[in-house]
């Protein structure tokens, strides 16, 4: 009976093995081992470079002994989709390359066999389950090199790309960094690459010449993608090449004077760009996400900022009753809404409209967003103990007539404010409520007395931004009656509005929509919803008071802006209820 000889053992080393099968001489094994520690390569990668043996007898062997199927890489021809699924730095790290799918499977070469948690790592990256096959090392570091060059000058050329097309628009000029940076920031920003600076460059002059409000700069597992928030709606604008994601990221971080070195916890800065002849604020949030951090820039543009009431859209009913309560000497106005309503200008507008030389004026703000000449604002720092309710106890004692606090958040700056208002200064603030008479229930549930509350709020103001039709190709539309009943119950009344719509141009980009338009809500207080508040009315007889006293709702609102033509039917459907 013949012997068969049993297959290497996997716990035996591959030059042992090669010696005792005769392929290889103590000599050779000897100086191959010296070179493996200078350059620290794997035995069978060094022993190929050498040329002491064919790269097919090291595979064959390193298959045996460790029972896995070995592949012949030049009857491969991968596609660029299929490399996509394992990032090049991993790919040229740890040596591996996805070579097909099938189905649910994905098949990679590895040169390295022991690897299994790489294995696990692999199946978490590419979300497969793995066939796991043997290649040699130096055929396939070589490979990845061609194939992974290739996508990455497939990335190059998308990026030289998108310059050229931001070049063709004006958007690559340099920008001025209008607030100096410290030695330190300053000699990172010029080691940075050129076409990161003209890509950043552009991303920025690009979204404040769109009318953008927020940049968002996100990191997926293979890709990375710039959005632009323009009227309220974000909109995908370019995936720059995900190499480029560190260089990305930290030249915003420097910029902002942010610690390019943490990106474990979020982070929070500032930015002053010279654009032409304006200076832009920009307000930078960072965030670790799972593939990187994620950043977020609010364009502060005060080219834009509208501070004129009375070009705000209001009804002459709610127009009448805002200016006479900011114009009173004391008392509470409250303006309420969902984060992004525009809130902030309101204040403002309201602010600069009694911003006289006789009036001094104190703000608390966490963020201070655009700078008012002739106002005192206070940034807010909770970190150190300056909160609202300690800017409010400070105010009190700067003699001041009017103050606004970015948002009563607590019972403490409730009552601070309450007590202002009650002891003749203007007090302006914000709260997050959906509609003006619930503005009221949130104050008593705050734990502010109903006495105190009836007696100090003079005016509440809620309000939402819709998108305003696009004015070069707005056309009529029509509706079926299930889509009029989401605006009224009485078909009616539905019916009988002149629904109009944007068909899409190049002025709007194809949305139909440019700009944005204010649906308000302004409930004057009256003797009688007064009353109500002390004897604790519900939300629901507060409401139906104050529309019996003239008050639109926000849906009324919504209604006056389709029949002159300024929104549609959708969006007004999307920020009001019935």
């Known amino acids: 009976m013949s012997s068969v000889a049993a297959p290497p053992g996997v716990g035996d080393r591959l030059g042992e093995i090669l010696l005792s099968e005769n392929l290889l001489t103590r000599d050779q094994l000897g100086k191959a081992l010296v070179e ?50 394992i990032p090049s730095d991993v790919a040229r790290k740890h040596c591996v390359l996805p070579l097909k799918r099938e ?37 396939l570091r070589n490979l990845i090199d061609k194939y992974y060059e290739v996508g990455d000058a497939t990335q190059q050329a998308q990026l030289q790309e998108i310059l050229k097309d931001m070049e063709g628009l004006g958007l690559t000029d340099d920008l001025e960094l209008v607030e100096d940076q410290d030695d330190e920031n300053v000699s990172q920003a010029q080691i940075n690459d050129a076409p990161v600076v003209k890509l950043i460059n552009g991303i920025l002059t690009d979204a404040v010449k769109r009318g953008a409000s ?53 982070q929070d800065g500032r930015l002053k760009l010279k654009m032409g002849n304006k200076v832009i604020d920009f307000r930078v949030s960072t965030l670790p996400c799972l593939f990187g951090e994620k950043i977020v820039l609010r364009i502060l543009d005060k080219g834009n900022l509208t501070l004129d009431l009375t070009k705000f859209g209001f009804e002459p009913k ?8 900011i114009l009173n000497p004391y008392g509470m106005v409250l303006v309420t809404g969902p984060t992004g309503s ?51 106890k400070a105010f009190l004692r700067q003699d001041p007539n009017v103050i606004m606090i970015g948002e009563i958040r607590d019972l403490e700056t409730g009552g601070i404010g309450i007590k202002a208002a009650l002891t003749g200064h203007l007090v302006l603030s914000t709260l997050h409520t959906n509609d003006a008479p619930s ?5 008593v549930d705050m734990g502010i007395e109903p006495f105190n509350v009836a007696a100090a709020v003079n005016l509440v103001v809620a309000q939402r931004l819709v998108r305003r039709i696009c004015s070069g190709c707005k056309a009529p ?73 003239g008050m639109l709702t926000l849906r009324m609102d919504g209604l006056k802006k389709i029949e002159r033509g300024t929104t549609t039917l959708e969006e007004v459907v999307k920020e009001t209820s019935a």
Do not use: W
């Open 36 to 85: 493996q520690k200078t350059t620290g390569h794997r035995l069978g990668f060094v022993l190929v470079q050498m040329g002491v043996l064919p790269e097919v007898e090291i595979t064959k062997v390193l298959a045996r002994q460790h029972r896995m199927p070995a592949v012949d890489l030049s009857r491969f021809e991968v596609d660029q989709k299929i490399l996509k699924l």
């Open 103 to 139: 189905g649910r499977t994905l098949t990679v070469a590895m040169a390295d066999p022991t690897d299994h948690g790489l294995l696990q790592d692999l199946k978490f990256i590419t979300r497969f389950d793995l066939f796991p096959v043997l290649a040699g090392e130096f055929t």
């Open 214 to 266: 927020d940049i968002h700069v996100e990191c997926f597992e293979h890709e990375m993608r710039v959005r632009y928030r323009v009227d309220g709606v974000l909109q995908e604008v370019m995936k720059p090449p995900i190499r480029l994601r560190a260089a990305l990221i930290s030249r915003i971080k420097i910029l902002s004077q942010l610690n390019i070195a943490e990106r474990r916890i979020p």
């Open 318 to 325: 709610a127009e009448s009753d805002l200016m006479k309560a």
């Open 342 to 392: 525009g809130k902030t200008t309101t204040l403002y507008s309201a602010l600069q409209r009694i911003n006289t030389i006789e009036t001094n004026i104190m703000t608390a703000e966490d963020p201070v967003e655009y700078n008012l000449m002739g106002i005192n604002q206070v940034q807010v720092r909770p970190d150190i103990g300056l909160t609202f309710a300690a800017a409010l």
């Open 439 to 443: 503005t009221i229930t949130r104050m």
């Open 477 to 549: 539309a029509k509706y079926k009656d299930e889509e009029l009943r989401a605006i009224n119950d009485n078909l009616d009344i539905a019916r009988a509005l002149p629904y109009q719509k944007g068909t899409g141009c190049d002025a709007c980009a194809g949305t139909g929509y440019k700009g944005r338009a204010g649906l308000y809500e302004v409930m004057a207080m009256s003797h009688e919803l007064r009353r109500m508040i002390l004897r604790g009315a519900s939300v629901a007889e507060l409401r139906d008071q104050a529309v019996k006293e």
